[in-house]
């Protein structure tokens, strides 16, 4: 698996941020009722990449290809079954209390928020979970809020919120703590094309606040758009791993898109 | 007052700030009902109702003619509901609200994420006990001497503080069961049956008095009934004692639990399976 150098140059001298090397996760799940029968599921097969600091690293697959369990596995909710995977040089097992304050993250969908509570009350308690400062929190809300757009409906229920401003809260959740680096796990899952690009230019803002991206995403062109290098996983393997440009360049068609080249990456039509 | 003098009293404030807080918009999150019909309906509608049927089956079994034995039992049982239903269920509702990977990836330490949760069900099960009062001495003809009240309060506070303790250790299942239903309707009929509100624990088998001391309320029941025949709480201090005893080690043994099913979660990949 070759990678482009252009993308490369950039991160010498660089320790990454994250690193992930022969990781595997198998889940064990039992059948039947009285003669139970346990079944084992490879999420994932061995996949190793870095990410450096301040990049956008694109996470590509179809379902189930395990882009949420590496992402569980980085964010400190998973276990591997073996192999490596670091945040910080820390062991995302074993040493999550030192990662825990320095990440943040979101799944996408419109879970993850309590909808009885305002917006307002859902950053509030966040903001005491994460011990920021009581002094400190009216300032940061009120910036946050302004951030996502959110400020004229920020006392409002978040039952009342449409999909795409549950998204844009959870965003602002996701800043709290400042992190150095946020997972996006498909967050413009269900997002109209409006709250789509809005969403995207908030991961810009957030890139060009030095902040390390990983994101997951169907939408190719989003990806296209945003990320600075992909890894392109199916069935529980890395398929490749290059920046757009060097993906692009892999397909047997002549000005492929991303999406082209995901579809022959994926179905074995290319050799990555 | 100098500025720094005032950073630092804020600065010592936060977590008792923080605390409450935490508390509050947890109940409200998971837990708040949506208005006060809603709240005297489910809250404490149906708990009294239930007060109102086990005093009187009890009293027709055991064929006393005053009530107070058994109404008091029962309405201390009610707290079965915030401790069960509220803070038993609570990991289990951050599960299905997709919040609970939100608190476990949070540098909080556990302490911080699981205790405030108890906080205003405690008061929340001792207005619902008390209301349980109001009602048995308005149709059932409960007294209550003045000069008891303060003990009596004191006794009841106790009994709820240990009930949700008792919630606590059922809610740390919801780390790894989906399906906790189960377990709670064990977790209140256990109360109704072994804390001996319905059922004089002298008449059960050995081992059953066993597990029904280890039980939260059962002191309480009998501490707040010596209270209404008219004895001295001083007289009974090791029952007040004894229930906060109780009480401490179901919420030590909680945040241990916590810990623990959290591990193993993690290792089952659990904490988000539906």
């Keep these: ?272 | 007052m100098t500025k720094n003098s005032t950073i630092l009293r804020v600065a010592w404030a936060d977590p008792f700030k923080r605390l409450i807080r935490k508390a509050t918009l947890s109940y409200k999150g998971l837990f708040g009902v949506m208005n006060w019909q809603q709240y005297l309906m489910v809250n404490l509608g149906s708990p009294i109702m239930q007060m109102l049927c086990f005093t009187l089956v009890a009293n027709y079994v055991y064929g006393y003619t005053d009530l107070s034995k058994w109404l008091i039992g029962n309405a201390l049982v009610m707290t079965y509901f915030n401790a069960v239903f509220g803070v038993g269920s609570q990991l289990s509702a951050e599960r299905n609200s997709g919040t609970l990977k939100l608190l476990i990836a949070s540098p909080s330490d556990r302490i911080g994420i699981f205790l405030p949760r108890a906080i205003l069900h405690i008061f929340d099960g001792l207005f619902a006990v008390i209301l349980g009062f109001v009602v048995g001495a308005i149709f059932l003809g409960f007294t209550l001497p003045l000069v008891t009240w303060p003990a009596f309060l004191l006794a009841l506070l106790v009994a709820s503080f240990s009930a949700m303790a008792f919630g606590l250790i059922i809610s740390c299942l919801g780390l790894l069961s989906r399906d906790l239903n189960l377990i709670l309707n064990i977790a209140s009929m256990s109360m109704l049956g072994l804390t001996g509100a319905n059922f004089p624990i002298e008449r059960m088998p050995v081992w059953l008095q066993t597990i029904s001391h280890a039980m939260p309320l059962t002191r309480s029941i009998e501490l707040c009934r010596a209270l209404q025949a008219g004895e001295v709480l001083s007289a009974h201090m090791n029952l007040l004692y004894g229930e906060v005893l109780v009480g401490m080690a179901l919420m030590f043994v909680g945040v241990l639990l916590f810990s623990f099913m959290e591990k193993i979660a993690v290792k089952r990949g659990a904490l988000e399976m539906f």
């Design chain 1, 1 to 272: 698996m070759s990678q482009s150098s252009t993308k490369r140059e950039l991160h010498i001298g660089k320790l990454p941020v994250i690193s992930v090397k022969d990781l595997k996760r198998t889940y064990q799940t039992k059948v039947g009722l009285l003669n139970q029968e346990k079944k084992s599921v490879e999420a994932l097969k061995g996949i190793s990449f870095e990410i450096y600091p301040g990049e956008i690293f694109g996470l590509l697959g179809p379902n189930g290809a395990g882009k949420t369990t590496t992402i569980k596995i980085l964010t400190t909710l998973l276990a591997p079954t073996s192999g490596e995977a670091k945040v910080f040089g820390c062991d995302a097992f074993g040493e999550e209390k030192k990662i825990r304050p320095r990440i943040n993250f979101i799944f996408g969908g419109e879970r993850s928020l309590y909808w009885r509570l305002s917006g307002e009350d859902n950053l509030k308690y966040f903001a005491d979970i994460y011990k920021i400062p009581r002094a400190k929190q009216p300032e940061l809300l009120n910036r946050l809020f302004d951030q996502v757009g959110l400020s004229d409906v920020r006392k409002h229920k978040v039952e009342t919120y449409s999909k795409g401003m549950k998204q844009r809260l959870q965003i602002a959740r996701a800043l709290l703590n400042n992190p150095e680096i946020i997972f996006l796990d498909e967050p413009s899952l269900g997002l109209d094309p409006v709250g789509a690009r809005a969403l995207k230019q908030m991961i810009r803002d957030i890139s060009a606040q030095g902040k390390t991206v990983l994101l997951t995403t169907h939408y190719m062109q989003e990806a296209d758009e945003l990320c600075d290098r992909i890894a392109i996983i199916s069935g529980g393997e890395m398929v490749a791993l290059d920046t757009v440009e060097g993906l692009k360049s892999k397909a047997n068609t002549a000005n492929a898109s991303l999406e082209d080249v995901y579809v022959q990456l994926v179905n074995g039509e290319v050799a990555s």
